[in-house]
């Protein structure tokens, strides 16, 4: 069986040797194989990636148009490999480029060693850098080496490629690397980032966001919530503010003005009143260059206009509802990454770790036991709580979940309320399709689906085991590294009290004496 590095020796001389015309791709994977090895330490102190130099604004801000405009980029994929590192996923992309690669190659003699190369490093179990695709794949893969096509790895690549789109893109659109290089200066000097509506800027747009500030404050716990939905945040005055402040900050806070804007509306009672509103809401938000133009389509923008003069209630219920889609789909997501939601999440936790509330039997060695092992930080009520709030936010807290209720399942005595809760585990996080769906490969889904009929306390257990693996390779190190931790072990580290001295302590024995 060949090292590792062997297979990266073989493989950078395969890199070498191919045509001409594909030096652009051999050149991005050689950079890619040489700069990948092994995941590095966790570390407090652990900084972002330097980003590629010369790599203007506009040019990353195309990036964000879609994962395929990414890739078409040399930086573009050299950016988008460093953050992978950062979470330690970067054998995804190292896969994918090598399988671009290899479907170049013509000579059935290479494409057998480049293909034994990529299995050997990416595929089989225990490779390397083994990539994350069923089991069903897999062995299909294997099977085919005998005999390799430039298609044998077509099926793990697209795999793979979804998973970096779904998965790894969006997070990558808001890590500090990205957006270090998508700042751009206005002429004032001012940071602008990229808009994300066709609204314009107004000096008075402080006063029209101070409108939402008139809320008063809801509880802290509501904060928690937010991750969960964008209705959570909205039905949340608290909420409301933050997710504006954030709006405000993309230059696109007309969209939660003009949602906020339409519930009241729709409270009106007098007549006069709601066509007023209505004048002033299309006025601001609807026509043409209006204001805080809203962004929808030609279609919808002229229906309200054409039954502006004869306004109901319901007026403005379609434009609404694409402004909420947008925000849902496409505001919500970063606003979760963002420092105004990670800042309140830390100050909630900040004032959950105060003296003040020893009650929750915090401490500052607890804190610190969960950075010995993914294991310790699970045996803590406070540490499982604070996991899953990290978890919430990157949209990957049905591990936990699901890893929680197996441990709760295996307790169960009675028979009957075992196999009630098996179906439920398997129709909410094992069934392809499931609400919460597990990523689990091919033959232990097919288990579990086998052994549902007549359940057993350990029917979950492969899968269980596969999940928390998963959590201690990539999201346990990320929560580490994470200010959701880091603020809380420093706000914790603060309220440390120092012991009294020992001359002190024998000063206090002699006056006592």
């Not at 085919?144 to 790895?153: E, R, S, V």
């Not at 602008?192 to 008075?204: E, P």
């Amino acid at each position: 069986m060949l090292s590792p590095e062997d297979l990266h020796t073989s493989m950078m001389k395969d890199l070498h040797t191919t045509r001409p015309k594909d030096k652009d791709s051999r050149s991005r994977l050689s950079l890619f194989l040489t700069k990948s090895g092994s995941h590095e330490n966790v570390s407090r102190n652990k900084k972002t990636p330097a980003a590629p130099k010369n790599i203007s604004p506009e040019t990353a801000m195309r990036w964000r148009n879609s994962f395929e405009e990414l890739l078409k980029c040399s930086d573009g994929v050299e950016t988008f490999s460093q953050f992978l590192r950062t979470e330690f996923s970067e054998e995804n992309i190292e896969f994918w480029l090598a399988c671009e690669d290899y479907k170049t190659v013509d000579s059935q003699t290479k494409l057998l060693s480049k293909a034994k190369n990529i299995f050997a490093i990416f595929i089989q179990s225990e490779a390397p850098k083994e990539v994350n695709i069923d089991y069903a794949t897999r062995t299909a893969i294997e099977g085919d080496m005998a005999h390799p096509t430039q298609c044998c790895f077509q099926v793990a690549q697209s795999k793979v490629y979804s998973l970096m789109k779904k998965d790894c893109y969006p997070r990558f659109l808001t890590s500090d690397l990205y957006l270090g290089l998508s700042r751009r200066k206005a002429p004032g000097g001012a940071v602008m980032h990229r808009r994300r509506s066709r609204s314009c800027v107004f000096a008075d747009q402080t006063d029209a966001v101070a409108k939402l500030c008139c809320f008063p404050k809801d509880p802290l716990e509501d904060i928690e919530t937010w991750g969960e939905s964008v209705d959570k945040v909205l039905s949340s005055k608290a909420g409301q503010i933050a997710f504006g402040e954030f709006l405000k900050s993309e230059y696109s806070e007309e969209n939660i003005l003009f949602w906020l804007a339409c519930e009241e509306h729709k409270n009106i009672k007098k007549t006069p009143e709601m066509i007023s509103s209505a004048n002033r809401i299309y006025t601001e938000f609807v026509q043409t260059e209006a204001p805080r133009q809203i962004n929808i389509d030609c279609g919808t923008r002229e229906n309200i206009t054409k039954n502006i003069s004869q306004p109901t209630l319901t007026s403005f219920d379609s434009a609404q509802k694409l402004i909420y889609s947008l925000m849902a789909r496409d505001c919500y997501p970063r606003f979760l990454k963002s420092d105004v939601y990670q800042g309140k999440l830390r100050f909630l936790l900040q004032s959950r770790s105060s003296p003040n509330l020893s009650t929750r039997g915090l401490c500052f060695e607890e804190v610190t036991r969960w950075s010995h092992s993914l294991a310790k930080l699970l045996e803590s009520p406070y540490g499982i709580i604070t996991f899953k709030a990290f978890l919430k936010a990157e949209f990957s807290d049905e591990n936990l979940e699901f890893w929680l209720v197996c441990e709760d399942y295996k307790k169960v005595k009675c028979s009957f309320r075992l196999s009630a809760k098996a179906k439920k585990i398997f129709k909410c996080y094992i069934q392809v399709e499931a609400p919460k769906e597990i990523n689990i490969d091919h033959k232990t889904r097919e288990l579990i689906k086998r052994n549902s009929g007549a359940p057993t306390t350990a029917c979950f257990h492969e899968a269980q085991r596969m999940v928390y693996g998963l959590m201690e390779r990539d999201s346990y190190p990320r929560f580490l590294r994470s200010s959701v931790y880091m603020t809380l072990l420093d706000s914790m580290s603060e309220s440390i009290q120092m012991p009294p001295s020992s001359s002190s302590s024998s000063s206090s024995s002699t006056l006592a004496d």
